[in-house]
């Protein structure tokens, strides 16, 4: 059994949910594009998982953060796809590929072919077992990657108010999820290996703001240890968690958020890799040229830093989907990638965005006692990396137009001294 289709999307997120729309604009024809996903609902929005879907009064539900509602753009519900002759196959794992013949197997035994194939497969979260460790299977042990995870987590965090939640992890996940934990009302202990939170992008400085506010709102943080076994029940769930040096906490409830690994095993040893994931050109293109990679799973040229970058955040995978469907639909009117690096976060009332890189010496601004602070990290005599909390929309274009343009800085005491609006002034 099998089908064929000219463009075919292996993975159903984020990447995809912008590809479908891009190829739509660019003027795709009926049953010329099929999507297959493992997830069983249309592609949606992935961060709203640890934000709108977690609040206790009205949370986000389906179909409500569907692709492409995060950049306010139409919102693609299942009917969209069937209206554009989009064929949607979901709650389908693709089991194997063979980039030589264009062809893909599905685990329910159905055979596609393609003429471009687009792997858009994100990554998956990292276990405790890969650590060498047991009990992710525990009734009250919590991940968070999809919208099953989801639902778990929003039915475990109802079944213990005001209860004990450890978190495992400070990064992302780990942040956002202790706000959302606070908000319905658990008492929070975050434990991470690090020396502070989020240590991927903050400085200390930055990483001390978010921890004194986390802190006014409850929360405990153990630093620098990891978990090193639960203690279960006899029904099996988790009472207690073991830290490394650092004592037994009682908990109701445990979120680990300890990274991921990009989705990429379908390819391996048939498209050439690099940092974990796909790599590909500047047109999003791997090493077989029907075959591109787009979203947490590729790794890009990023001109702004002259190097092969993966990036696990959404607006990289939103822009590398459309720039992947550009570059196969008008290869000749499509250049190279010119991506300038976005993330952000929002928790409790604070909201922060960064861009660029965060290599090089820091320059801290503004007011780190009140609502608005930002820094500027330095790398060979440029501006690299721009971080701001609580600004302004303008605020917020204005250090990302700063930061594109790299601007020479002779004088970091000045930059100091000039603060924010040195972002301006360019
Ligand atoms: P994504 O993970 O979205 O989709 C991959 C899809 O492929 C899934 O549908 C999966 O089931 C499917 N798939 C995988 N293997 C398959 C197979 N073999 N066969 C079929 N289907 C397969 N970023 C940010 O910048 N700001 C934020 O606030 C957040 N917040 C956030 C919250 C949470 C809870 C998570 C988990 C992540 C974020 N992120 C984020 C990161 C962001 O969501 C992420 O970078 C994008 O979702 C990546 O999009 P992709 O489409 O690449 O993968
Ligand atoms: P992460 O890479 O942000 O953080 C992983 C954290 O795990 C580290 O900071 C560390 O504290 C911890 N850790 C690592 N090994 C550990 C160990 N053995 N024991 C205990 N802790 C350990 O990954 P994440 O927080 O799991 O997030 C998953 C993915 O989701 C990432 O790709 C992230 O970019 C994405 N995400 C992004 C956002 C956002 O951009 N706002 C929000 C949520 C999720």
Known sequence: MGRAFVYVIVGGGVAAGYAAHEFVKRGVSRG?????SEETVAPYERPALSKGYLFPEAPARLPSFHCCVGTNEERLAPKWYKEHGIELILGTRVKSADVRRKTLLTATGE???YKYLIVATGARALK???????GSDAANVCYLR???DADRLVNVMKSCPGG???VIGGGYIGMECTASLVLNKLNVTMVFPEAHCLARLFTPKIAKYYEEFYQSKGVKFIKGTVLTSFDFNSDGKVTAVNLRNSGKLLVDMVVIGIGI?????????QLTMEKGGIKVNGKMQSSNSSVFAVGDVAAFPVKVV????RLEHVDSARKTARHAVASIMEPGKTGDFDYLPFFYSRVFTLSWQFYGDNAGEVVHFGDFSGSSFGAYWIHKGHLVGSFLEGGTKEHYEAIAWATRLKPEIKDLSELERQGFDFALSL
């Open 32 to 36: 010329e594009l099929c999507i297959i």
């Open 111 to 113: 055979t596609i072919s």
């Open 128 to 134: 405790l077992e890969e650590f060498g460790l047991n």
């Open 146 to 148: 999809d919208l099953a």
């Open 164 to 166: 004990n939640a450890v």
């Open 261 to 269: 690994r990009p989705n990429a095993s379908l390819f391996e040893g």
């Open 306 to 309: 002259g190097e092969t970058r």
